[in-house]
T-cell receptor
Framework: KNEVEQSPQNLTAQEGEFITINCSYSVGISALHWLQQHPGGGIVSLFMLSSGKKKHGRLIATINIQEKHSSLHITASHPRDSAVYIC?????????????FGEGTQLTVNP | EAGVAQSPRYKIIEKRQSVAFWCNPI?????LYWYQQILGQGPKLLIQ????????DSQLPKDRFSAERLKGVDSTLKIQPAKLEDSAVYLCASSFLETQYFGPGTRLTVL
């Protein structure tokens, strides 16, 4: 079982819809990251969370530390939001801290 | 601010050949990461440098992969000899504090 599980794996929405992507993890973490990956490989960091909720434009990220769960919401979705969204958790170990990544959620927003 | 640079962007080789990738991190970023991302999966950390020292290489297949970061700036990742299962995107990232900035990646195809 992966330490980081995302759902759904694939998501297709119509422009304007409200979108939720979920991330569950099984280890103790110091922070959780949401990343966006466009075709061609470029990865952009969207949020880093250790508690509560953050908002940036149409994107909202929440985390529940007790339940080991985070959600990424996109309001008023647009075709340019089409990308892979990756959840990654920061886990501390003997070698320092390391990011462990989920497998990503492929989002397609149709016009 | 210039981003993380990687080259080449694409490489096609035959199995058992050698290949090297180059990464130039964002100026001033002490921490540099190499990730392997197989199609449909999230990135997997291969090696993490802090300046020119290795912090974590526990997931680096050391029989065929090597990496160095001379002078604590640029880094190279080498595979020798390559196997079919090494086909992936190799991502370099650098960080200041906890946010990682990713390069565009090198897409390696091993035939």
């Amino acid at each position: 079982k992966n330490e980081v599980e995302q759902s759904p794996q694939n998501l297709t929405a119509q422009e304007g819809e409200f979108i939720t992507i979920n991330c569950s993890y099984s280890v103790g973490i110091s922070a959780l990251h949401w990343l966006q990956q466009h075709p061609g490989g470029g990865i952009v960091s969207l949020f880093m969370l250790s508690s509560g909720k953050k908002k940036h434009g149409r994107l909202i990220a929440t985390i529940n530390i007790q339940e080991k769960h985070s959600s990424l919401h996109i309001t008023a979705s647009h075709p340019r939001d089409s990308a892979v969204y990756i959840c990654a958790v920061r886990v501390s170990g003997t070698s320092g801290s390391r990011l462990t990544f989920g497998e990503g959620t492929q989002l397609t927003v149709n016009p | 601010e210039a981003g993380v640079a990687q080259s080449p962007r694409y490489k096609i080789i035959e199995k058992r050949q050698s290949v090297a990738f180059w990464c130039n991190p964002i100026s001033g970023h002490a921490t540099l990461y190499w990730y392997q991302q197989i199609l449909g999966q999230g990135p997997k950390l291969l090696i993490q440098f802090q300046n020119n020292g290795v912090v974590d290489d526990s997931q680096l297949p050391k029989d065929r992969f090597s990496a160095e970061r001379l002078k604590g700036v640029d880094s190279t990742l080498k595979i020798q000899p390559a196997k079919l299962e090494d086909s992936a995107v190799y991502l370099c990232a650098s960080s200041f504090l906890e946010t990682q900035y990713f390069g565009p990646g090198t897409r390696l195809t091993v035939l």
